[in-house]
């Protein structure tokens, strides 16, 4: 079989098992099946959007191989992106369609993220390694902290929207209702996401990001990633790709931050922190590196564990911590990774490339 | 050690400078003209008053002993470096300012030293990689699959099948480029230079690691390579069998200058260079 065949079997059955789970859930859900606890309801939208967070850093942190810690950054940006334009055509214009609204919003979300990565995107892919860390970690940082200071009010009556920074110690005084309070945050906007909603959004970020690894840019973003000096010597523009897979990579988290941000009652900025982009980057590598099944296998556990384990309360986050030390050295020792193989040539027999490294 | 056949024997005649060039390359513009090139590094000069044209289908030699700035020139004509004194001309274009890539754009490719695949992508990706700029598709008709992909990932996989027939490697397409034995890592490094469509091929010690047999092979390929595809080569090499055999003009560079500058003949002839580099007793080098 060849590489590209191969690619798109993965490309195939990754997503003929996402939309199974999709639909065996759905079935769980209409016929109130015990096992779909009303925990496990409550999470489905936000375990789509991790996902997506997890996809998307993949491209990122796996694909362009560029480590990036300011990816939950991008998705507050969406977030608060969706939460205002969905509550202004709530509450200001009156649209009933709740589709429609989220529609919208995301797409707003997507074009603000997407245009904010690639503004910093083309200082900071200068910088690499621990560099490029430092400054996406500090961006993170600061757009938290920009949202903290935000106020957003909307006026019932004429649709007007008024927005302010809280520049020095007086609170600014805007009319209307309030969509976005300062440190308090967002509330009473609109809960416009759904889990069919989620799960198409998950199927379009895997779409694109497969598509895109497996295509001529795609190529060339790997290429970099492999080998820069040798890329520019093939006359690839660098700058070009690094932004591309990062723009692409913070467009999605914005799309995944307007899923997360309209499936909440509240949400405030210090949610979106460096822990939570850490949080993502664990689901990253705990996955593996460059592998999208893996990073929607861990995203989906890791968002699940911690409320199943709310009963051990306290202890829960110690059991955490076990759990991922387990899995790592589970996946990375010799010993399990040869048990691996064994099994795998007992069932498939030998691969194309290790019966030729025989033959050398 | 066999007797090395000559596989040319072409006439070197003067270009219109102090040049030399093969007598069928006269009258056409050369694929490079260096002039007075050279480069500082604080205060010493790696390469100093470099002076080179190559003719658009010679096969050039650059030689010299071990820091006498070969692989430097190869990085000054590239723009790896940005050279602090001289131009570089590539079909006769000023290549001032450029960067690597737009210079590779312009036709020039290369090979490394220390071989540089992209060894976590498969044979054919690592050839694909030099199409980029050949069969191009944007990233929404990728993202999409617009029929523009299909047609132009079609384009480029016959495209890589082709030029991996020049070194019979079809049947390692989808292998790991990493995990390729290194006489083959070697030749597929020349593929993918080759697949940018380059007018001026640079190769960086291609015979480094091969065995006689393997080297007489990659002889006669680069001759091959040379007339099929009507381009230039220009080649660092210490195996004086390859460089005696298919170099047409050769330059010998020591400390930073050239010192010599002929047909293989008289480079082999020449004291300075013997006393420089060949040495002398053997008799292996004639």
Redesign the interface.
């Known amino acids: 079989m060849t590489t590209s065949k191969k690619n798109t079997l993965i490309t195939l059955v990754t997503l003929a098992v996402v939309t199974v789970v999709f639909l065996i859930c759905q079935v769980g859900i209409n016929t109130g099946a015990p096992w779909m606890t009303s925990t496990l309801k409550g999470q489905l939208v936000n375990i789509c959007a991790w996902i997506m967070m997890a996809v998307s850093l993949n491209l990122v942190v796996g694909i362009s191989g560029e480590l990036s810690l300011g990816h939950a950054g991008f998705m507050s940006v969406g977030a608060f992106t969706a939460i205002i334009i969905a509550s202004w055509l709530k509450r200001g214009k009156g649209m009933d369609s709740s589709w429609l609204r989220f529609v919208i919003s995301a797409v707003a979300a997507v074009g603000i993220s997407g245009l904010l990565g690639f503004l910093i995107g083309i200082p900071v892919l200068r910088l690499r390694g621990d560099y490029l860390a430092i400054v996406t970690l500090a961006f993170g940082q600061i757009i938290s902290n920009v949202i903290r200071l935000l106020y957003v009010t909307v006026e019932t009556d004429t649709g007007a929207l008024h927005m302010a920074l809280k520049l020095g110690t007086g609170t600014p005084k805007l009319s209307g209702k309030d969509v976005i309070k300062g440190a308090q945050g967002a509330m009473r906007m609109p809960q416009d996401s759904t889990f069919v909603i989620g799960f198409i959004l998950v199927i379009i970020t895997l779409i694109v990001v497969f598509n895109l690894t497996n295509s001529r840019s795609g190529r060339a973003i790997k290429a970099i990633r492999d080998n820069r000096i040798a890329a520019e010597a093939m006359g690839l523009k660098v700058t070009k790709y690094k932004l591309m897979a990062f723009v692409t990579g913070s467009a999605l988290a914005g799309l995944a931050g307007a899923l997360y941000g309209l499936n909440q009652s509240s949400l405030q900025a210090g949610f979106f922190e460096y822990t939570k982009s850490i949080e993502v980057l664990v689901y990253v590598v705990l996955g593996g590196i460059g592998t999208v099944p893996g990073s929607i296998v861990s995203a989906t556990a890791l968002t699940i564990l911690p409320e199943v384990l709310r009963a051990f309360s306290e202890y829960r986050m110690l059991i955490y911590a076990v759990f991922l030390i387990l899995v790592m050295i589970l996946t990375n020792n010799p010993h399990t990774r040869m048990f691996f193989r064994s099994l795998r040539t007992r069932i498939f027999g030998r691969t194309d490339e290790e019966k030729r490294r025989d033959r050398l | 050690m066999s007797e090395v056949k000559r596989r040319s024997n072409t006439r070197m005649v003067p270009f219109p400078s102090d040049a030399i060039v093969p007598e069928r390359d006269l009258g056409k513009t050369p694929v490079l003209e260096a002039r007075h090139l050279g480069i500082q590094f604080g205060g010493l000069k790696a390469v100093d008053d470099f002076n080179l044209t190559v003719g658009p289908t010679e096969i050039a030699g650059l030689i010299g002993p071990n820091g006498a700035g070969k692989t430097t020139v190869f990085n000054l004509l590239?723009k790896?470096y940005e050279p602090t004194s001289g131009t570089v001309l590539i079909n006769g274009h000023d290549t001032k300012g450029l960067?690597?890539?737009?210079t590779?754009?312009l036709g020039v490719?290369?090979t490394?030293q220390n071989i540089?695949?992209?060894?976590?992508?498969?044979v054919?990706?690592?050839i694909?990689?030099?199409l980029?700029?050949s069969?191009?598709?944007?990233?929404f008709?990728?993202?999409?699959?617009l029929p523009g992909?299909w047609k132009?990932?079609k384009q480029?996989h016959e495209e890589a099948m082709r030029l991996l027939k020049i070194f019979n490697m079809q049947d390692?397409?989808?292998?790991?480029s990493g995990?390729l034995?290194y006489g083959a890592q070697r030749r597929l490094e020349i593929l993918?230079?080759l697949a940018?469509g380059p007018r001026l091929l640079l190769l960086d010690e291609p015979a480094a690691g091969m065995n006689p047999k393997e080297t007489e092979d990659l002889m006669e390929t680069i001759v091959r390579i040379r007339d099929d595809f009507q381009i230039a080569v220009m080649l660092i090499e210490h195996d004086m069998r390859l460089v005696m055999g298919i170099c047409e003009g050769i330059c010998v560079l020591n400390f930073g200058q050239v010192i010599a500058k002929g047909t293989a003949e008289e480079i082999q002839n020449n004291p300075v260079v013997i006393e420089a580099y060949l040495g002398k007793g053997k008799g292996e080098a004639k």
């Open positions: 590239t790896v960067d690597v890539a737009h590779c754009r490719a290369r490394f540089r695949l992209f060894d976590k992508m498969t054919e990706e690592n694909r990689i030099g980029h700029n069969i191009e598709y944007g990233m008709t990728g993202i999409l699959r992909y132009k990932e480029q390692m397409a989808d292998v790991r995990s034995p993918r230079a940018t």
